[in-house]
């Protein structure tokens, strides 16, 4: 059963929530393990690729896992002896990438309570899907709570990036909440239930997809130091007032990832999708370019010295460093314009995939993510 839904006689959410109020100890996630200070890891790399390049190997080295953003949303499951999900993400084939992510070491792969998973002794992907269904609370709820106790018995407890891919993610569901807002509850609902502290949320992206329910893919690591960076410049998302929903979106602005805990200088740096937003609020609804504009200068901002100083981090970063870009698009006639904006910004050496589909709030034209790696 790898698709979490509700069917007569078979409550997936009781069966699971239930394990884990038995088994979930109300300890702290993260902190310093002494014993790991010193520690050095490598850390992990992904890559854009062609769906058959990804397919047919041509990608080297141990495979976590492989995400095709692709024509229909499929899986996950194991094939070829690789994790696998198929996102539907694009309109047609010519659209298409895979997001293949590799590692140093070797690669086991196995299946949790409807969840399908891949690790190497230092990272751990997982990925999983939600059933197109009126309601998704619930659903959300269960299907995060397997992928969070799949980290915990594994023992990788280090969350450090989500991906949540929603359907008519801006559409009302059966009692009239915004299908993205009942996602947010059944999320925040997982999270309290592993005692997450609010500065303990990974980084993460929520954005809509054109098809198959809610489909998502997480990272976690071991012994990686992990620190959760906000925007000085924006709320953070968990503390966002009533009006945009039940229970706020629960996410970190971004993550930074490093190889020893007393790093401050070389780590990953994983920046959570991110639009036109200041303090809480949109800005420029029904300006593409001053949403593309805004967007960027948060971003530019989230990774700069001045902001990361809150956090003892010095890397000097500007746009030219990030990589590994995603630009979420909701108007397809807007592409052209986005795609000049970013690549006057980004270093003409980055990855950028351009992708068109809704965004978390109806007033949202565009968004973006990316990796400083
Ligand atoms: C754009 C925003 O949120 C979006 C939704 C997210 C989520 O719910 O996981 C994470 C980042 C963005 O994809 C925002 O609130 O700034």
Redesign the pocket.
């Known amino acids: 059963m790898l698709i979490f839904n509700h069917q007569p006689g078979r409550d997936v959410r009781n069966n699971v929530t239930g394990f884990i109020l038995q088994n979930v100890s109300p300890t702290p996630r993260r902190g310093i393990d002494m014993t790991q200070e010193q520690q050095t890891v490598d850390l992990p790399r992904s890559v854009f690729t062609g769906l058959a390049e990804a397919r047919g190997g041509a990608v080297t080295g141990n495979v976590l896992g492989v995400i095709n953003y692709t024509t229909e949303c499929t899986g996950p499951r194991v094939e070829n002896g690789r994790l696998t999900l198929d996102l539907h993400m694009a309109a047609d084939a010519g659209e298409a990438f895979a997001e293949v992510w590799t590692t140093g070491r070797e690669v086991v792969t196995g299946e949790h309570h409807g969840v399908v998973y891949a690790h190497d002794g230092e990272y751990l992907l997982v990925a999983g899907r939600i059933a197109p269904a009126g309601r998704y609370t619930e659903d959300t709820r269960a299907a995060y709570v397997a992928a969070l106790d799949l980290m915990d018995t594994l023992g990788y407890k280090n969350c450090f990036r989500?991906w949540?891919f929603i359907n008519d993610i801006n559409a009302d569901n059966a009692d009239g909440l915004e299908v993205y807002r009942d996602f947010?509850k059944g999320r925040a609902e997982a999270f309290e239930l592993f005692h997450f502290g609010d500065s303990e949320v990974p980084s993460?992206?929520?954005?809509g997809s054109l098809g198959g329910g809610i489909a998502f893919y997480f990272l976690a690591s071991r012994s990686a130091a992990l620190t959760s960076v906000e925007n000085s410049k924006?709320m953070a998302?968990y503390h966002y007032p009533r009006q945009y929903g039940p229970r706020p979106?629960k996410?970190a602005r971004a993550t930074y990832l490093a190889t020893t805990h007393t790093d401050r200088r070389s780590g990953q740096i994983y920046v959570?999708?991110?639009?036109s937003?200041r303090g809480h609020e949109t800005l420029h609804a029904g300006d593409i370019e001053a949403q593309v504009k805004l967007s960027l200068d948060n971003i530019e901002h989230l990774i700069s010295d001045e902001n990361l100083a809150a956090y003892e981090i010095t890397q000097g970063n500007s746009l030219h460093n990030l990589d590994n870009i995603k630009v979420y698009v909701r108007h397809r006639s807007d592409i052209p314009a986005v795609r000049r904006m970013c690549e006057e910004r980004f270093s003409p050496n980055a990855h950028i995939q351009y992708l068109n589909v809704d965004?978390?709030r109806a007033d949202?034209l565009v968004?973006i993510e990316g990796i400083v790696a």
């Open positions: 989500m949540n947010c993460a992206t929520g954005i924006q998302a979106p996410f959570a999708g991110t639009a937003i965004v978390c949202l968004e």
